[in-house]
């Protein structure tokens, strides 16, 4: 039986993702701060999976979650880290910034360091990153949003080009970089494109299934990319 390790399942794409891994036959560890919202899915799907409470932000915590489980579950076929905070925070509060900076960036790159160590010791396994399009660029409303996905995707194209040196060829690495899902975490109004959020869960199991090293959800936010990868910053200043 494969499994894997869902961070942030306690709702949005984390749970729905966990709940197709559920459904295809994994044993699979999922976290979060909310006890309830783990026991409800353990409730309903009951011996495959195993729960443990978690907040990202505390990073002592992230590393005695994460080896409970590797002890628990001995192999560790897959990691997705799907756990991130974000505000509209045109004002710059610094609270809300820094909780975005402690999760998104602190934690989320404690996350990431045991998973590829892991793999690397392993010899073999799948890391996985929900990011999103807004790595891709600035944005004045959410400054420390935007600036931590970028962070995100660095890392994980870093540990995609740190895992040549693994001689099995075996770990992979994916960037899953969502437009507007319909979920919690959308920020604003009036959203250009919301994908439903089982549309979403099912093409990034299918990017997962398929180790796809970038995947955009849906597909057709890759023509988004094509262009906030090339439209000068002077032009976003405008339009932004």
Do not use: C
Not at 65 to 81: A, M, R, S, W
Not at 221 to 228: M, T
Request: aromatic share 10%; net charge positive; proline share 2%.
């Amino acid at each position: 039986m494969k499994t894997a390790i869902v961070f942030g399942a306690t709702s949005g794409i984390g749970k729905a993702i966990s709940e197709i891994l559920i459904k295809e036959g994994y044993k699979i560890a999922i976290t979060g701060r909310r006890l309830e919202n783990l026991e409800a899915i353990k409730n309903k799907y009951s011996e495959q999976v195993y729960i443990v409470q978690n907040d990202i932000q505390k990073v002592d915590e992230v590393e005695k979650v994460f080896e409970e489980i590797v002890q628990e579950f001995k192999i560790i076929d897959l990691i997705i880290q799907s756990s991130g905070v974000g505000y509209l925070n045109s004002k710059l509060e610094w609270k809300k910034e820094e909780e975005t900076i402690k999760t998104n960036v602190i934690g989320v790159t404690k996350l990431y360091n045991l998973s590829y160590n892991l793999f690397r010791k392993q010899g073999s396994g799948h890391l996985v990153g929900i990011t999103s399009i807004a790595s891709l660029r600035g944005n004045r409303s959410a400054p420390a949003y935007f600036s931590s996905k970028a962070y995100q995707k660095a890392y994980l194209e870093s540990l995609y080009i740190k895992s040549k040196t693994i001689r099995s060829k075996k770990v992979f690495i994916t960037d899953i970089r969502p437009g507007f899902v319909d979920t919690a975490m959308a920020l604003g109004a009036n959203f250009f494109w919301m994908v439903p959020l089982d549309k979403a869960a099912k093409q990034i199991h299918t990017a997962i299934k398929n180790k796809k090293r970038v995947a955009y959800i849906s597909k057709r936010w890759s023509l988004i990319a094509l262009v906030l990868k090339i439209v000068p910053s002077w032009l976003l200043k405008k339009i932004m």
